[in-house]
């Protein structure tokens, strides 16, 4: 993957950060710190909840209610929840390190030497207004004189940009092959807009049109900022929104690309360049650093696409693509020049779009940009200091359980033949498990030079990843390779690997408590653990068999009895609200909501298993074992969202929100109803043949 220094929306899109199946997206997820005494127990009290609703109308607010109204959200974030205390502590401790580093006058060449110094450059906002645009200026000046016409510049231009500011038109990067997971090809996917989802250009609410008229206000500030006549910028930026909504028009929508069969078009490269037509893809190839004797193949992800981009890109007037090109220049570096700049990129994408009403610290953005940059480093540091080897052990112990659990409830199917079961648990078998930290961990060989510029030093650190990147490209795919840090509290499936993974972060309260009752632990980091294994068997990823590959192992019957179910847990979850008027997106969401279930299921089956033969564990706090699973459960999403972050989260991300987790998911569940006495006419109840079990 490329490193990206942005905070906001532009991000370099390859099949891992596309089909990479986790918990929650960034900060998705909330949930909340659960008081843990000296027991080592999670302790669920009553001011942590509100009793002025009845638990079997509104599980959520009832058991989370009072921590929320305790607990506004900070005004430098779009929400807030014990999944957010988790990341500051990982902040605080990060903040640690780097100023360690930062002191430490260490070695060149050492990795305190480059934490340290990356970090004292991002620090000194003196010398970067100072500097202002100057470290970009050579890149502005490309931009300007971008011409279409001239496609062999056009090219090198656009390999240009693609190796370390952004990705206009589109993005490259390398996949493993949908047909033979264990190689590495190229891919193109569809990029170049810049408000979060092709959507938004078509959003004729009234909302919506605040949006697009808030963007276009952003985009000619910036366009300023780069040099151009105030007077003429507000033209220019309807013009470049105009162009990007011609764009968007030709682009797969989210769902569309949730489909691995639609974005999976392996082509040899004749074939690709005739159906993506009208751009120099040999001097792009060869300016972004892709050796076109390795590539042997590659994916077109999106063929409406890439067989329309670049004849809208010639339809349009030269000025236009090149103030787009600028803006999007400029865009690129906006977390590492002047401090106007930055404050122009919230002002629309952190205030308008997520109602934040402030910046966070320099310290806070500077560290995420040296995360960005050296992100194991940190975790090698991080690991050392703040994970003991003893949890490790424990999670690896509860995989094992849930898989157990998980071939349990397979067997006991009455939807699946027994063919296909056979597959199933041979792929269940085959999931790879990783926790903690790497085995191998990755080398930064690159320098960092305190005589130039942040900015300067971050196109250093770029032209490090792309050129690792484009090494990749018709090698083998790396095994022990990770996609996310240590130090990130959140998890991942990933399909081509057939993998989970499990980062340090997340192995700690109220996930997972080292001494806890294992009721709890299963309620919450054991469901997290089926949530990913189901991963493996949602409507993506249970197209993908045992070694990865894009490969059908159903029968026929049985993919039609999956999908008919998929379909009524898609329908019941487009009717849930979420606030006002608005309802969830059972489409979009799918793939989360049924490995929510499914995780549900699966840990609540393994904890029963850890019971057998054993008499029913005592009540802690009046609370019996069954009832703390389903606790754990709804502690981990509870949290505040602003309504501005709360529409954004609909529109596009395919997690449900933490309150529909909790009581969309609830009511599925027959052993809910037993232990919290739900009865007919409740706000949380469904008969029984409404209730789904897919895994």
């Known amino acids: 993957m490329k490193t990206k220094h942005l905070d906001i929306n532009e991000k370099q899109m390859n099949t891992k950060q596309l089909l990479l199946m986790g918990v929650a997206a960034g900060s998705m997820c909330g949930c909340y710190q659960t ?27 009832y058991t989370n209610g009072g921590w929320i109204a305790a607990h506004p959200i900070p005004g430098d974030r779009a929400r807030y929840g014990a999944f957010d ?75 240009t940009m693609h190796r370390f500011i952004a990705s206009p038109f589109f993005s490259f990067g390398r996949t493993p092959d949908y047909e033979n997971s264990s190689m590495n090809i190229c891919q193109v996917w569809q990029a170049g807009i810049g408000l979060p989802d092709r959507d938004y250009y078509f959003d004729e609410t009234k909302h919506g049109k605040e949006i697009t008229e808030g963007y276009k206000a952003m985009v000619a500030k910036i366009l300023v900022i780069a040099g151009e006549d105030a007077s003429k910028a507000q033209e220019a930026a309807e013009a470049v929104f105009a162009f ?21 078009n392996k082509m040899d490269l004749a074939t690709f360049e005739a159906n993506a037509p009208g ?53 690129g570096f906006s977390s590492c020049l002047t401090s106007e700049l930055y404050a122009t990129t919230f002002d629309f994408y952190s205030r308008q779009l997520s109602g934040v009403e402030s910046m966070r610290p320099l310290w806070k953005r500077t560290l995420g940009t040296v995360e960005n940059c050296m992100g194991e480093e940190l975790g090698k540091l991080y690991v050392a200091k703040y994970f003991p080897e003893s949890s490790k052990k424990r999670m690896v112990d509860l995989i094992e359980q ?34 903690g930290y790497p085995d191998k961990w990755k080398e930064y060989n690159f320098d960092i030079d305190t005589t130039k510029s942040f900015a300067e030093n971050l196109i ?34 990933n399909p081509e690997g057939n993998e989970i993974v499990f980062p340090a972060a997340i192995l700690q309260p109220p996930f997972f408590y080292a001494n806890g009752d294992d009721a709890v632990n299963y309620g919450a980091i054991g469901v997290v653990i089926g949530h990913e294994m189901t991963h493996g068997f949602d409507d993506q990823g249970s197209q993908f068999d045992k070694d990865g590959n894009l490969k059908s192992w159903w029968t026929d019957e049985d993919r039609a009895k999956f999908d008919a179910t998929t379909k009524r847990l898609s329908d019941y979850f487009s009717n849930l609200t979420v606030v006002d008027t608005i309802k969830g997106n059972g489409d979009l969401t799918l793939g989360e909501n049924i490995a929510d279930l499914g995780g549900l299921n699966i840990a609540h089956q393994a904890f029963r298993n ?43 991300d395919p997690h449900s929100t933490g309150k529909l987790r909790v009581n969309g998911q609830l009511p599925l569940l027959d052993f809910f109803y037993e232990n919290f006495d739900v009865k007919k006419g409740d706000g949380l109840h469904l008969a029984p043949d409404q209730r789904i079990v897919i895994w």
């Open 35 to 61: 008081k843990q005494e000296d027991d080592g127990l999670a302790h669920f009290t009553d001011a942590d909840r509100d009793t002025t609703v009845r638990l079997s109308d509104d599980f959520y607010q």
């Open 402 to 435: 849930l898989r157990i659990s998980f071939g349990q409830r397979i067997d006991n199917l009455t939807w699946m033949s027994d063919s296909t079961k056979l597959q199933a648990k041979e792929k269940l078998a085959a999931i790879s498990v990783k926790v």
């Open 460 to 493: 250093t650190v770029d032209e490090f990843s792309n050129k690792e990147e484009m090494a990749k490209i018709g090698q083998p795919v790396d095994k022990d390779e990770w996609f996310m840090t240590p130090q990130t509290v959140n998890a991942y499936y």
């Open 279 to 331: 751009f120099d893809w040999n001097t792009y190839f060869a300016t972004v650093g892709a050796d076109t004797s390795n590539i042997k193949a590659i994916n077109l992800s999106q063929p409406k696409f890439f067989g329309k981009v670049f004849g809208i890109v010639a339809g349009e007037n030269k000025e236009t693509i090149a103030n787009y090109l600028t803006y999007k220049t400029v865009m």
């Open 85 to 159: 205390m988790l990341y500051e502590e990982s902040q605080d401790r990060l903040h640690e390190i780097v100023e360690e580093a930062r002191k430490s006058n260490a070695a060149k060449g050492t990795p305190a030497q480059k934490i340290g110094d990356l970090y004292k450059l991002g620090m000194d906002t003196v010398r970067r207004d100072a500097e202002g645009l100057t470290p970009i200026k050579k890149y502005i000046d490309m931009a300007k004189a971008a011409d279409y016409a001239d496609g062999k510049a056009f090219a090198t231009l656009i390999g």
């Open 244 to 264: 990007e909504k011609k764009l968007a028009e030709v682009m797969n929508t989210k769902i569309e690309n949730r489909n691995p069969q639609a974005i999976a």
């Open 610 to 652: 850890t019971l057998a033969g054993k008499a029913e564990p005592a009540p802690i706090d009046g609370q019996t074992a069954e009832q703390r699973f389903l606790l754990g459960y709804s502690r981990i999403w509870a949290g505040s969202i602003r309504k501005e972050a709360l529409i954004q989260q609909v529109m596009t």
